[in-house]
Nanobody
Framework: QVQLVESGGGLVQAGGSLRLSCGASGRTFSAYYMGWFRQAPGKEREFVAAISFRGASTYYTDSVKGRFTISRDNAKNTVYLQMNSLKPEDTAVYYC??????????????????WGQGTQVTVSS
């Protein structure tokens, strides 16, 4: 099972940008489908973005399309989430997730088997 560690969260004003990083342990990072999820207080964890094994395919929830970009560097065992034009409603704990044997395109929390501990993103108005 891969170990994941997120970084890059923080406090930013509305309209600002942050880049989240998620580092993974092990030598087979390219064998994992990667995703970003977020969870706001009192809400369920929700899908944000996902990227295929070699980065050829990316998926986004509608609310972040055009503002967020997911990418990966398999040589560095790292997946990124570039977040631009941030809004107060983007405030949440952001989690990195990995799945080695996805069934179809994994877009739900239950589709991922490995999780990081999360990083807080707070967007002030």
């Amino acid at each position: 099972q891969v170990q994941l560690v997120e970084s890059g969260g923080g406090l930013v004003q509305a309209g600002g940008s942050l880049r989240l990083s998620c580092g993974a342990s092990g030598r087979t990072f390219s064998a994992y489908y990667m995703g970003w999820f977020r969870q706001a207080p009192g809400k369920e964890r929700e899908f944000v973005a996902a990227i295929s094994f070699r980065g050829a395919s990316t998926y986004y929830t509608d609310s972040v399309k055009g503002r967020f970009t997911i990418s990966r560097d398999n040589a560095k065992n790292t997946v990124y989430l570039q977040m631009n034009s941030l809004k107060p409603e983007d405030t949440a704990v952001y989690y990195c997730a990995a799945e080695k044997f996805p069934v179809g395109v994994p877009l739900s929390p239950g589709d991922f088997g490995s999780w990081g501990q999360g990083t807080q993103v707070t967007v002030s108005s």
